[in-house]
């Protein structure tokens, strides 16, 4: 039921939000030359997909996790974009592709070893990753493998359609603080 609904909204929101989408990307133009970032991540069961976000750092900028960034390589716009949640629009994209889910656990890089490590033992990958989720709305990021694999864990053992519901709502009123990055 989770995909159907997945389906569903992401179509909705990539129609719905077609013109807030093609706002962002010409205003991504003026800010980095290329509004549109994709890197490959570990998807359901190991498998890599492409992600796609807008861009909120150089074009040039090192290919690390958020949590690992300098504040000092995220352009202005780019604070905007990771304030607001907005960076993750083009997201619903991987959603509709099946890659992804609008609920699970955040995608991660391939070198961060110990946080695939701990979701492996937890069994997590057997899920689509997701844009938010449990950890995300309660700010838990991906600089603590281990609690961040068993929060992930957790949620995906009590996931329900209302639960679902509830951390989409929480994250579109402005619960978590996103994808954080060092000062």
């Known amino acids: 039921m989770i995909r159907v609904f ?78 607001t949640k907005l960076d993750e629009l083009p997201q619903l994209w991987n959603v509709l592709k099946g890659e992804m889910s609008l609920v699970g656990p955040r995608p991660c890089l391939f070198n961060q070893e110990e946080l695939v490590e701990e979701r492996e033992i937890r069994g997590v990958l057997e899920a689509r990753p997701g844009i938010t989720g449990l950890a995300q709305i309660n700010n838990i990021d991906m600089s603590t493998p281990r609690l961040l694999a068993e929060t992930d864990a957790a949620m995906l053992a009590q996931l329900s359609i209302r639960k679902y519901f509830d951390y989409i709502t929480l994250t579109v009123l402005g619960k978590g603080a996103g994808d954080r990055v060092r000062d």
């Open 6 to 83: 997945d389906v569903l909204l992401s179509l909705v929101g990539l129609l719905v939000g077609a013109p807030i989408l093609i706002v962002l990307y010409g205003i991504g133009l003026f800010d980095t030359g290329s509004p549109i970032f994709r890197q490959k991540r570990v998807g359901r069961r190991k498998k890599p997909f492409i992600l796609i976000k807008f861009r909120t750092m150089p074009v040039d900028t090192a290919s690390v996790a958020s949590h690992l960034a300098t504040g000092a390589t995220i352009t202005r716009f780019g604070r905007f974009l990771r304030r």
